[in-house]
Each structure stands twice: as structure tokens, then as C-alpha cells.
């Protein structure tokens, strides 16, 4: 009888476990072997493509673009289209080496003064900074007052036919409360250091003075838009009384009057007229957080405003 046959059961039973660990731990150093080996030549390969010229970096650095710029809703400083993401995306397009030319596309009943003339002086100085990159606004379901004060910084108009072009104006709008709190018995407690500070305060009756002052706030303003609008436009502009009354026009109208220079879409102007028809996008998206935090910042300061002001912000509408 042999030796091994003579052997208690659990030492046989603690030699195969100590041999079947050394297999195992054999095993696990091939694998780990094999990977780090992979993860080597993957490596080996990257470098390769970044470093060996294979012929298709020239192509890709002529891949010429035309980038495109959303100015959707209402233009103010919370906003979607405020200034500060117009003017982020619109440094960002002028910025890239790839961009052949720059389409504003425009859908916006207007806004803020303040934030418009923001929008379109940073235009004109990304144009003289890059006068090799043009910019063409696209307009489509409207581009009304403060949106058209943007778009009059662009080289050329394109809009649709049925587009809603123009409102070359500006409004103060509130409301007066007086009838009615006489009627209800209440009474208006309204205590001011400085005789116009409650300036067209609602709650109040409306002051003959302070009516006059906010005239002539308005026209001042509707000036400045006249000039960018004339400076913008420029000979293209028909001699029409009613062209800065406030008025709006189709975009069939609007292009018979100056305001724009035909029909296009984003699609036509890039292929056609900048000669580029891949598109990129340079829009300045929010997510849902930022969004939810900029309607936030906006509902309080609206309701400061009006507490502070008691009239209706001033608008291009």
C-alpha cells in the first residue's frame, strides 16, 4: 500500500486547496498580464493618431461652418435671451477658426432697451474685430422692437413671407387703480422723501407733470432706435412716415420697405449665401435647475420693481 493511501483525509484535502489557489493566482496573472498588454497598445494607438499626420488633418481644419445663434422669447436680463448668453455665444462663434459666417435666428416680440443695445453693440464689435465673418439674421415667426433692434446690427435680413417684422417703438405700461379703490373705500397711504418719487404710482391719480417726463423718457429712447435702425439699414430704408410709428409688417412687406433683404431660411442663407451648409449650434442652453433658479431671480425682481417703481417697466414692444 502506498504512502499517499496511508494519508490522513484532510491532508489531502489541504494540498489540493494549496494547489488549486497557486492555479488560481497563475490564471489571475495572465489576465492581468493580458489587459495591462491591451491597455498598452491602446494606448500606443492614441498616440499614434494624434501625432502621425494620415493625411485627413488637413480636410478637417477646412471643414468650414456656419453657426447659428438662437435669440427665441423675450429679450431681459433673466431670460433665455438675455445679453450675456447672446453675447457668450455669439464671442464663442466668432472665436472658432471654422466659422465662415454667423446666423442670428430670430424669434423675439422684443424687451428690455437695456438689453437689446447691449446685444447689438456687441455685435458690430465682433464685426469690426472680425470683419472676415459676416452675420445675417434669419428672422421667423417675429422679430418685433427690441428684437429687431438686434437684428439691425446684421449685415443682411432674411425673413419669411409671413413673418412679423418691425414695432419700431417703445411703451411704459401700467395700470390705474383709483376708481376702483374708491369704490372698495380704500384708502391710499403713500409717503415719499421727494415730490416725484412715487412716479406714476398706480394707486394713485396720474400726475399731468410726471406723464410729460415719462414722454419725453420715451421719445429719447425711441430715437436711439431710430438711429440704430437708420444706421443698420442705412439707403435700404424707404422714405415711409409710417416706417418708425410702431407699426408691424409681413416679411413680404418688411422687405419692400427696407427693413429686410429677402426671403431665406437658416438652411438657404448658410448653403446659398455664406456658402457653408453644415450647421453648428453655439446657442447657450439651461438646464432645468437654471432655469427654475433664473424664473426665481426674475419673479423677485419684478415684484421689487414694481413695489419700488409702481409703473410698468419700460419695453421695446
Not at 18 to 29: D, S, T, Y
Not at 64 to 82: C, M, W
Not at 230 to 247: A, N
Request: charged share 25%; hydrophobic share 45%; proline share 3%.
Amino acid at each position: 500500500m502506498s504512502t499517499t493511501e496511508n494519508e490522513p483525509p484532510w491532508e489531502r484535502q489541504l494540498l489540493e486547496k494549496v494547489a488549486f489557489a497557486a492555479l488560481r493566482e497563475q490564471r489571475a496573472k495572465r489576465r492581468w498580464g493580458i489587459f495591462f498588454k491591451l491597455a498598452g497598445l491602446s494606448y500606443l494607438i492614441a498616440v499614434l493618431v494624434m501625432v502621425v499626420d494620415w493625411g485627413g488633418s488637413e480636410q478637417l481644419a477646412d471643414a468650414r461652418h456656419t453657426a447659428v445663434i438662437h435669440l427665441h422669447g423675450t429679450i431681459e436680463a433673466q431670460g433665455e435671451a438675455s445679453a450675456q448668453n447672446i453675447n457668450n455665444a455669439l464671442e464663442e462663434a466668432f472665436a472658432d477658426k471654422r466659422t465662415a459666417g454667423v446666423i442670428l435666428r430670430v424669434n423675439s416680440p422684443g424687451g428690455s432697451p437695456v438689453q437689446a443695445g447691449i446685444v447689438h453693440d456687441e455685435i458690430r464689435r465682433l464685426r469690426t474685430k472680425h470683419p472676415q465673418i459676416p452675420l445675417y439674421a434669419v428672422v421667423e415667426d417675429v422679430c418685433a422692437s427690441g428684437g429687431y433692434y438686434i437684428a439691425a446690427a446684421a449685415d443682411k435680413i432674411f425673413v419669411d413671407k409671413a413673418s412679423i417684422v418691425g414695432s419700431i417703438g417703445v411703451l411704459m405700461d401700467a395700470f390705474g387703480f383709483t376708481g376702483t379703490m374708491e369704490k372698495l373705500g380704500i384708502e391710499r397711504r403713500l409717503l415719499t422723501a421727494g415730490d416725484n418719487k412715487g412716479f406714476l404710482d398706480p394707486f394713485s391719480p396720474q400726475d399731468a407733470k410726471q406723464k410729460a417726463h415719462a414722454q419725453v423718457l420715451l421719445r429719447e429712447i425711441h430715437e436711439q432706435f431710430i438711429d440704430v435702425v437708420r444706421r443698420g439699414r442705412g439707403d435700404r430704408l424707404k422714405d415711409t412716415p409710417e416706417l418708425f410709428s410702431g407699426l408691424m409688417w409681413t416679411g413680404s412687406q418688411s422687405v419692400g420697405l427696407g427693413l429686410a433683404d429677402g426671403l431665406g431660411t437658416v438652411g438657404s442663407v448658410a448653403r446659398d449665401v455664406i456658402k457653408a451648409d453644415r450647421i453648428v449650434e453655439f446657442t447657450i442652453r439651461e438646464n432645468i435647475a437654471e432655469r427654475f433658479a433664473r424664473r426665481f431671480r426674475a419673479d423677485s425682481t419684478d415684484g421689487v420693481v414694481g413695489s419700488l417703481l409702481g409703473a410698468g417697466r419700460l419695453m421695446f414692444r
